[in-house]
């Protein structure tokens, strides 16, 4: 299976990316956004991955100029990678991206949404995240409930949608089992919208959601920051977690065409 990792002027994560989807027995090339843009030629790759960082020196707001761009160039080529229900996933900086192309969250009555600035302003730290009851095959692995420890930094990581819409938003996205990952306490109780446990002031405590047939995924924490024990910052105790690597475990799953939906 081939992931196609892409790269853009101001990424800083790819090679994390592309060591967590080698382990689980991708063939990963990086691939600078300009060559992918100029190829045209998305079909010959599994899986797209968008990763974190700054591109484009996150001008105009993070994510805009990426997403539009790949949009604007390669809109055919993107409807039907999704329309075959191939895997793309997008994190932090990925995510904002898919936010602003348009394949996140694409609900059926599309309300506006954005990655809107902190509400304490760029963030670095451990988070806890509970898997929800979703859709999404890439995340197949985990389980309803189930809390996860995965490490965020961002500075506009607040998923928010245009105001007035916030409960229609939110009765959609959870009728169509659409939020795949939510901030929480580590026992797994709701955040609340209570910093630190929601470090970003995110609507709902979102940090993950997918598209409503599941096989797009956009996360603002770092899986690929949190797939080897030696990552976290208590392996030293003994602790042996890659919370992380079952994502892109799940991921490949998904790749291979085999059924990957939460339980």
Known sequence: ??????????????????????????????????????EKNLSR?????????????????????WGKKFVAVLKDELRDFVAAKKPIVGVCNGMQVLVEAGLIPRTADYPEAAMASNSLGYRCMWTWLRVEKNVCGIAGLYKKGEVLRVPIAHGEGRYTVAPGTEKKALAELEGNEQIVFRYCKPDGSPAGGEYPWNPNGSLSDIAGICNPEGNVLAMMPHPERASFF???????????????LRLFKGLAGSAGGKSGRSI
């Open 1 to 38: 299976m081939k992931a196609l990792v892409m790269r853009a002027p101001g990424t800083n994560c790819d090679s994390e990316m592309v060591r967590a989807l080698k382990t689980v027995g991708f063939d990963a090339p990086l691939v600078h956004i300009n060559d992918v843009l100029r």
């Open 45 to 65: 790759y599994d899986v797209l991955v968008f990763p974190g960082g700054f591109s484009y020196g996150d001008y105009i707001r993070s994510g805009a100029i």
């Open 230 to 244: 030696w990552q976290f910052p208590d392996w030293t105790l003994g602790e042996k977690r890659e919370d992380g």
